[in-house]
């Protein structure tokens, strides 16, 4: 901790303490620190009673609008925006850079439209790049940095739990092929397939080599990793890592701390300790209670109606083939350290026991629609799945000069279109100003798909418009 | 050393210990320090390293695959007692377990075993084995299945009547199958053995272009000055790896450390003064070779008596000329006392090993530790090191934390990932004690462990003979840093390693490889997810994914 300012900080503001894991802290209006809450992540163990997680929730809601300063910690001068901790080769002056960063005040500065935990314009738009080469570009040339428009949030525990359901059925389907490929001494072809969705297929063989060419989709660890445009990300509690980082120069204790960089102060801003494991949960936890956009049907009997012939027209011309209306879903007991992180965050793994957020008691959650199994129907329209989204003829979408952790330029990850009627700009870079243009965007894999909307009389296309109208944030 | 000063270095000791505790705890805090569970007897390991004086020294082992489950099974010298195998039966990710296996020998040449190293000699893709022994060396087959032949009569191979201690070998340019030196200790028949008399040591190359090998050819490496370890070292950049052995002082007259030039149709060469290599003399026990700093230029830990030497090249911008540095003591390196226990003699080295137990992207330096026998003056209990390396590039003695700080006399070791988790675990052959077999249980908390960093096995598929591409650089890139690591047979102290190559990641979840091949060509950029156990096939497209299950 910064002592001096903590102190004095201290010494100005009474806190109201609380028996549960939060603290919500009442600063002084001369109070130059802004972070308001302190967890204590020794707390969160099991499954949260109510009162313990509607806490929770509210202290990460009360971070995700922080609007971080100096004195939280805010600013990495000797750090770049890298996910690995790595130093600047000399400390950066500026506080604020548009295109390398730190380019935010707070998560809401981007995450707002249309409320808290939304998207953004193109005005939000951010450049990420890996943060080790020429980490410090001061430009938006393609070169340096992939510009990426900022995404809405709500929904993402569902998302987050239906990866981590959808990666133990494809590692349980890669380890039956290999205990296959042993008792028979032979290899064994497995079709790689959880919740309907098609990961290509695995040859393993008896001494549990791995043919994995004809994966498609999803890393080679068969791991999904559901978050950023290009799903590059396990978890929700990574990305926050990496935008607080990235994006404020707030330094998570549990991957550039001591422990794992041998350095107290790794951004060197003066700050030690500057945002605890039990912080980053209370922002998990926040994230993955924002509820699920949900269809909502039009009051006009004429657009519901055209909304309904819309709706079949978007299965007709195979857009639900990526865009699946909805996943099933096993569990909402959210873990939170979850089992996908690796080191540098914290994973179920790296604690006694993980905090269990069960979603299933949120009021939302409750309303979800349910299938004969009891599994919850997660309203999607995605599949958690890349594809190749650009070619020649359709090459928007490729964009990019720069790969990212191994994706190719052309490829991402199936954008969910929950919300998308209230969450204009669209595309990647939030460079498409209406939905028709995106749809005509598409290439690759989804270019007959594109092709068949194209074709279709303008009265189609208007009603498959109005239905994708009919997927709002909540309101 | 005179009674006075030894008492005043006792009480200068004495003095700077609560010191150097703080400044150990303080740095230990900075580092993930691995927890180590001794489970030998448990995992039906039963393997003490007995005998008189001849062994003394030795004490080694190696661990390789079999049976092909891509299992690291080991093979234990046993001094007087018979040499041991035993086959890895260890779960996934769970509790160790061995079990004893025949190695397909007659007791009477099972015994008498000093160090094992293992090695694919005949490029048929299943590892043999050479055992050192005081009298006939002999080199067992590999069929498959964990089942061995006698192979020196089928390849010529000499084996001799020395007293041997040190092997290693090389893949020279254009050869299908290896180059081998034997190191050999005190020639016990000289006059006035043993003092004085160091036996020459040997270097066998392959003839001809044959199907089999035919060591009939052997080169002797004279003068000999009491080896006990060796070690082909690419030491200048230059492609061509010399020939670097450790001599024990204990014996020799007007002996020192030594490098061999080895160059390919050519006689062997030592490097003398006139070519800048230096006179160190020492106890020389075992070679570790690291590149520290990544530059391609390797650093080297010599172990002996006392304290440990860390040789980094004098003058990297001029690669050509072997000399040294010792930056032991500015690395905090140099090990020369026990680090617990009252005992504040100096140590006795024996095995090195540079290897990442804590996965954080820094090699750590791993010493076996023990008194040579009743030596009254230097410390009786004696535990190996575990030496963990910081972001500063200093090393921090952790050996007590780890858990390994046990009282036994230690001698060769075999750092390897037995139940293939990505944490190194580590099996310690000792004097007249069953082995420790360590295994890695990352990080010790209040209620269990918690992993480590990540990390990635690495396994080299090579054509035309040296199938596993012994000779061979990786390159792996993490970030903004890259690492180094050679594959070898030879140095430590008679042991070795055979199969995957073991990198720790820090806290990178993918990464990029690159491979110098043995004879000096790159690949391309293999890409790698971590935590992941992979295979790269000499010109395939990708690296390949093995999966290990239950």
């Known amino acids: ?475 | 050393m005179n009674r006075l000063a030894l008492m005043l270095s006792l009480a200068l000791a004495a003095f700077s210990v609560p010191a150097l505790a703080d400044e150990r705890a303080d740095a230990l805090g900075l580092l993930a320090v691995p927890q180590f569970v001794e489970q030998a007897a448990s995992a039906g390991i039963t393997q003490s390293y007995t005998g008189g004086w001849e062994f003394f020294v030795g004490g080694g082992g190696s661990s390789f695959d079999c049976n092909g489950d891509g299992m690291s099974d080991v093979a234990l010298a046993g001094g007087t007692s018979a040499a041991a195998l035993y086959v890895n039966t260890s779960k996934v990710g769970g509790e160790l377990a061995f079990e004893p296996a025949d190695l397909g020998l007659e007791e009477r040449l099972a015994r008498n075993v000093l160090g094992i190293y293992a090695l694919d000699i005949d490029a048929d893709e299943h590892d043999d084995l050479v055992l050192l022994r005081l009298g006939e060396n002999i080199v067992l087959r590999g069929l498959g299945e964990c089942r061995f032949e006698r192979a020196e009569r089928a390849w010529h191979i000499d084996g001799g009547t020395s007293w041997s201690t040190a092997f290693a070998a090389n893949w020279e340019p254009g050869k299908r199958f290896p180059t081998l030196a034997f190191g050999n200790y005190v020639d016990r028949t000289a006059p006035g053995a043993p003092w004085g008399t160091c036996a020459d040591n040997f270097l066998m190359r392959p003839r001809g272009d044959g199907d089999t090998p035919d060591y009939s050819d052997i080169s002797t490496l004279s003068p000999g000055h009491c080896s006990l370890s060796m070690l082909f070292t690419d030491w200048n950049r230059s492609g061509e790896r010399g020939l670097r052995i450790t001599n024990d002082r204990q014996y020799y007259r007007g002996g020192e450390e030594q490098l061999w030039r080895v160059e390919t149709g050519r006689a062997p060469r030592l490097y003398r003064r006139g070519d800048g290599w230096e006179h160190l003399t020492i106890w020389g026990m075992g070679i570790a070779e690291a590149d520290l700093n990544s530059d391609g230029l390797p650093e080297y830990a010599l172990t002996s008596m006392g304290d440990t030497k860390l040789q980094s090249l004098d003058n990297p911008a001029d690669p050509s000329v072997p000399q040294y540095t010792d930056t032991a003591f500015e690395r905090g390196a140099t090990a020369q006392q026990p680090y617990m226990g009252p005992d504040k003699l100096p140590s006795t080295g024996w095995h090195a090993e540079f290897a990442d137990f804590n996965n954080d992207g820094r090699e750590d330096l791993f010493i076996a530790k023990g008194n040579v026998e009743g030596m009254q003056d230097f410390a009786s209990f004696d535990p190996d090191n575990l030496l963990l390396q910081g972001v500063d590039g200093k090393f921090v003695e952790s050996g007590d934390m780890a858990g390994i700080g046990q009282e036994t006399s230690g001698r060769g070791a075999i750092v390897d990932d037995f139940n293939r988790d990505g944490l190194l675990d580590l099996l310690v052959i000792n004097r007249k004690a069953n082995v420790s077999l360590f295994r890695n249980m990352g990080r010790q908390t209040e209620w269990g462990h918690r992993p480590l960093g990540n990390w990635v096995e690495i396994s080299l598929e090579d054509q035309d003979g040296n199938t596993h591409g012994v000779g061979a650089r990786l390159l792996v890139k993490t970030g903004t840093v890259s690492m180094n690591r050679t594959v070898h047979v030879g140095g430590g102290h008679a042991s070795g390693q055979s199969g995957a190559v073991h990198v720790g990641l820090g806290l990178l979840d993918r990464g990029i490889v690159r491979v110098q091949w043995p004879d000096g060509s790159w690949s391309h950029d293999y890409r790698f997810l971590a935590n992941q156990h992979i295979i790269i096939r000499r010109d395939a497209k990708d690296v390949i994914y093995r999966q290990f299950i239950e």
Not at chain 1, 62 to 87: C, K, N, Y
């Open chain 1, 1 to 475: 901790m910064y002592r001096y300012k903590w102190a004095f900080a201290l010494a100005l503001v009474p806190s109201v303490a609380l028996a549960g894991p939060v603290t919500f802290i009442e600063r002084a209006p001369a109070d130059p620190a802004a972070i308001s809450v302190a967890v204590d992540q020794g707390q969160l163990q099991g499954t949260l009673p109510q009162a313990d997680l509607t806490d929770l929730i509210e202290a990460g809601r009360s971070l995700f609008a922080t609007r971080f300063t100096g004195a939280d910690g805010a600013g990495r001068p000797r750090a770049t925006q890298a996910i690995i901790p790595t130093h600047f080769k000399h400390a950066r002056e500026m506080s604020f850079q548009r295109a390398s960063g730190p380019d935010a005040n707070s998560c809401t500065s981007c995450h707002l439209d249309p409320m808290a935990g939304g998207a953004g314009d193109f005005t939000t738009n951010v450049f990420t790049s890996e943060g080790t080469e020429s980490a410090d570009f001061d430009n938006v040339d393609p070169q340096f940095s992939n510009e990426r428009g900022t995404n809405h949030l709500f929904g993402s525990g569902l998302i987050e739990l239906l990866a981590r359901e959808m990666t133990v059925d494809l590692q349980d389907l890669r380890t039956e092929a290999v205990r296959q490929a042993r008792e028979t001494s032979a290899p064994v072809t497995m079709t790689l397939e959880s919740k309907g969705i098609n990961f290509g297929t695995l040859t393993a063989a008896p001494d549990g080599q791995l043919d994995m060419a004809g994966v498609s989709g999803v890393d080679i660890d068969l791991k999904v990793r559901p978050f950023s445009q290009k799903g590059v990300f396990p978890s929700l509690r990574m990305f926050t890592l990496n935008a607080l980082n990235a994006h404020h120069g707030m330094e998570a204790d549990e991957r550039f701390g001591a422990a794992m960089t041998g350095e107290a102060d790794f951004d060197g801003d003066g700050f030690v300790g500057e945002f605890s494991p039990g912080l980053v949960s209370a922002l998990v936890a926040y994230q993955a209670s924002l509820q699920a956009p949900l269809q909502t049907p039009f009051e006009n009997p004429a657009w519901q109606s055209a909304a309904m012939e819309g709706e079949m027209a978007f299965t007709a011309t195979g857009c639900a083939t990526c865009h699946v209306p909805s996943l099933p879903l096993r569990s909402l007991s959210f873990a939170d350290p979850g089992p996908l992180d690796t080191a540098g965050t914290l994973s179920a793994s790296d604690v006694a026991a993980p905090a269990i957020y069960d979603l299933g008691l949120l009021e939302w959650a409750q309303k979800l629609p349910r299938n004969a199994d009891g599994d919850v129907l997660v309203p999607l329209f995605g599949d958690l799945k890349r594809h190749v989204i650009a070619d020649n003829k359709n090459p928007h979408f490729a964009n990019e000069l720069m790969g990212q952790s191994f994706v190719a330029r052309d490829a991402f990850m199936t954008s969910e279109l929950w919300g998308v009627a209230d969450t204009a700009p669209f595309g990647h870079r939030g460079d498409l100003m209406t939905l028709d243009e995106v749809i005509l965007a598409h290439g690759g894999d989804a270019v007959q798909s594109r092709d068949a909307y194209a074709a279709l009389p303008q009265t189609e296309r208007d009603n498959l418009i109005t239905f994708l109208k009919t997927l709002r944030m909540p309101q």
